[in-house]
């Protein structure tokens, strides 16, 4: 961005500010008081849909969210936002702004979920945050290998290091091994996410910060990941409501790949109803969804806090998910593979009288993009390392012209140099292959890493439930050839190993 735009758009968001140096524009942590460098707030939940959220087009009408519905009118929504394929390299790519097979050192090993990583070949930003002036804070569910970096990346952290602690990995909700500030770990027996909304609103407070600093809190609800527990406040919400079965939920898929044509987790009763493990889809998308109402609760209450404590103004509010989850579309029970249902999060930021409120922003956008909009807010050089973009355009106007398409490639387990050579049948995890899905506008385009695989294109316009491969329509070959293009661009920029090694793709007629 040239630097002139650069400015005006800094000044939008920090009247005063001064400015420094003629070829980059940003201004330095101690030329600038505290108030005008603003609080982050960035609410990360865990395979929460966008379809979650009543004020997402696509939401089941009885679903009820209305503080993350206020939120959303007081600030700006992204309507398509893909920020990872699972919850571990969606929170790698969170700290390091880079997507997965850009991140070095990071790996699964021993027990899962048990993971590592270097912190001298990943480094985190946060570190950057601490070293230019911001108080910093982790508060909720850690899955980036057994060092949180506590007093490193962090000055406050009460944390579920769930990569340590392996045998905890299914306590979502309750009975939590808790590590406060890189010390005593205690096993805390009250509902997680209203625990994490305590431990939040007491931060935002004050309690255990220096309040004479900005501070940046990355607030990780472990909700709505299974075994979707909701509160018991909770139990009876959602009874007797209407909740539609996906077209597509069984097999076959006429036109998609093959590994995607058979997939399916989901099978037929007697009733002819869906069911796994015999519990039925609809007992269970019911309280997934109940499982939403305390997230929403504790949003509210994040809120008010910041009200009350009249941090509202010059905090920066960032809700989203490590990605989405689907509930029958396409066969699927889970995340990971490369469509909307499954991918697809939510994306709402807000700051009064920053970002334009009850807005959407109808382009699309990665989770690569998070952290240099960050750094830009705060008023801080982007690290060049960094694989996104700052968003500061499209958070001053929804409109705004941008010409950076969305990558997501799944590498599964891999990261860094691991992914360089890919499996040689293709495959990852959960039966689902590596792949690399390319937005540009309108249309997706997913490329598989089986060799021979069909590709897919879809028109998220005319088909926004992806039920109509158009690979094979002649009339759409430009578009076909552009996005293949453009995917293959994109992952050389970002220096994918694997880009030159990519296995052939089925032949079109």
Known sequence: MNSPLRTLLLLAFFPGLICAGHDSVAFAADTVASKERPNILYIYTDDHSYRAISCYPGSHPWVQTPNIDQLAKEGMRFDAAYIGTWCMPSRATQLTGRHQFGIESMRMEGPYPRSEYDPEQCPFWPKTFREQGYFTGQIGKWHTGTDTGFGRDWDYQLVWNRPKFTGSSGHYYYDQPVTFHGGETKTIKEYSTDKYTDWATDFIKGDGRDTSKPWYLWL????????????????????????????????????????????????????????????????????YHQAVRAIDEGVGRLLRALEES??????????TADQGYAWGQHGFRHKLAGYDANLRAPLIMSMPGRIPAGTVCQ???????????????????????????????????????????????NTWREYGSNTDTPPADGMGGQNIPWYVMFRDGKYKYIRSMIPGELEELYDLEADPEELTNLVKEKHLR?????????????????????????PPVRELE
């Open 220 to 287: 990780c609800y472990g909700a709505v990941h299974g075994p979707y527990t909701p509160a018991d406040r909770h139990l009876a919400d959602y009874e007797a409501v209407d909740i539609g079965i996906p077209s597509d939920i069984f097999p076959p898929r006429p036109g998609k790949p093959e590994w995607a044509s058979e997939f399916g987790v989901w099978e037929k009763g007697k009733d002819g109803l869906p069911y796994t493990k015999n519990k039925s889809y609809y007992d269970q998308v019911r309280q």
């Open 478 to 502: 430009p578009q076909l050839e552009a996005l293949r293009a453009g995917a293959i661009a994109e992952l050389k920029r970002t220096q994918a190993g694997f880009v030159d090694k990519l």
């Open 310 to 319: 009249g941090q509202r103004e010059n905090t920066l509010i960032v809700f």
């Open 363 to 409: 382009t699309p956008v990665g989770g690569v993009d998070i952290p240099p909009t960050f750094f830009r807010i705060a008023g801080l050089e982007i690290p060049d390392s960094m694989h996104g973009y700052d968003l500061s355009p499209l958070m001053e106007n929804p409109q705004a012209e941008w010409d950076h398409p969305v990558l997501i490639a």
